[in-house]
């Protein structure tokens, strides 16, 4: 069930298409924006929601390595897209960000699948803001830009939080949004390692900073709707300060882009482990065809189906995107970790497939719904 202001899931499927790139644009001294054309006969394949992402695929030393990135461009006409730009942040030991920032040419050709994701804004009438961190804002410069550029009766406050100045991905494009609608659109950058002569004090953007900065710059109770992006601290802290600060649940909508080994918070749901059977049979239903198949000792049920349909959709196998993301028919499950399904997409009967284990003899998946 979509959240207020929040577009409904569309069907999602496993299937690569090849994308060829046209450019490759240094951002920051470790991040960079990659830009991927998109023919004619694939443009209805990539329509996209403001805030959605893309899962990409590339073979190295023989194995299979897959990463989601955000869309950082405005949504498309209704025809959809000509092409598509993600920003990617280089990640210390990360084998396609260190790919992407030092070997990504033009002309190379990527694999990627059609978008996903449900950290989507529907412009409409209204306020709505975003706290973010670092590479947090490539959706929200997505879901900013087409809000403010479709819809004249909405206003955006963005609150950034960033190293350092040199440090900040697409600074000229937020800057631009600025200068185009200076009364609609409120912009406010904190730094964590640089000193600044003007605007709030430099500081992490945590839990009590929040709780203080926010109120003295709008009015935090009537926004209609808060985007939270970024790593899993800092938005787990913005949503304790919004809730302090008497903001519904169902105003905060998160994605997070990642998730420390330190990151305890995501207790596991469902039964205990020592409820699992013996043995369990796993029913999935996949771009309309269904089938059954056992799943093995150990096995999450995102791992049984894709032995049987490697078309299912998945991308980090960690919790964090999303992208396995799956309707619970029928059976018991109990997930291990969950950082990207909120509250009433769970109490709503979806679970993230990559996480989820069999508690029942028998469970069924939809991933068409």
Not at 249 to 268: K, L, M, T
Not at 281 to 309: C, F, H, I, K, Q
Not at 322 to 349: I, K, Q
Request: proline letters at 8%; one cysteine or more.
């Amino acid at each position: 069930m979509a959240a207020e202001g929040v577009a409904a899931p569309v069907p999602r499927h496993g299937a690569f298409h090849p994308l060829r790139v046209i450019a490759v644009d240094r951002l920051t001294d470790d991040s960079v924006a990659v830009t991927l054309q998109v023919p004619p006969t694939l443009r209805e394949t990539f329509r996209f929601s403001p805030g959605q992402h893309i899962a990409v695929r590339r073979f190295a030393d023989g194995a299979q390595i897959r990463r989601t990135y955000s869309i950082c461009t405005p949504a498309p006409a209704p025809e959809g897209p000509s092409a598509l730009r993600v920003g990617v942040r280089l990640v210390e030991g990360g084998e396609f960000s260190t790919y992407a920032l030092k070997e990504l040419t033009v002309g190379e050709v990527m694999e990627v699948m059609a978008p996903a994701g449900r950290f989507v804004l529907d412009p409409r009438p209204g306020h709505f803001a975003a706290v973010v961190g670092g590479s947090g804002i490539t959706p929200v410069l997505s879901i900013a830009s087409t809000l403010l550029a479709r819809e004249p009766e909405a206003r955006f406050s963005l609150i950034r939080g960033d190293r350092t100045t040199a440090s900040t991905m697409f600074l000229e494009e937020v800057a631009d949004l600025k200068d185009r609608w200076p009364g609609r659109f409120q912009l406010v950058s904190v730094l964590s390692r640089e000193e600044r002569q003007a605007g709030p004090v430099s500081g992490r953007l945590d839990e009590e900073r929040l709780t203080g900065l926010l109120p003295a710059l709008l009015p935090v109770e009537s926004v209609d709707g808060w985007f939270l992006c970024g790593p899993y601290g800092m938005v787990r802290g913005a949503e304790r300060a919004l809730r302090t600060l008497g903001v519904a649940r169902r105003r905060i909508h998160q994605e997070i882009f990642h998730v420390d080994a330190g990151d305890s918070e995501a207790v596991p749901t469902g039964p205990s482990p020592t409820a699992a059977p013996s043995r369990s049979m796993v029913t999935a239903t996949l771009d309309g065809r269904s089938g059954t198949w056992p799943v093995r000792e150990g096995e999450s049920l995102l791992e049984a189906v894709e032995r049987n349909r490697p078309d299912a959709p998945y991308a980090c196998k960690g919790g964090v995107c999303g992208t396995c993301r799956a309707f619970l028919v029928s059976g018991e499950v109990r997930m291990d970790r969950n950082f990207a399904l909120e509250p009433d997409e769970v109490a709503a009967g979806y679970v993230l497939s990559c996480q989820s284990r069999p508690v029942d003899e028998r469970v069924e998946l939809d991933f068409d719904r």
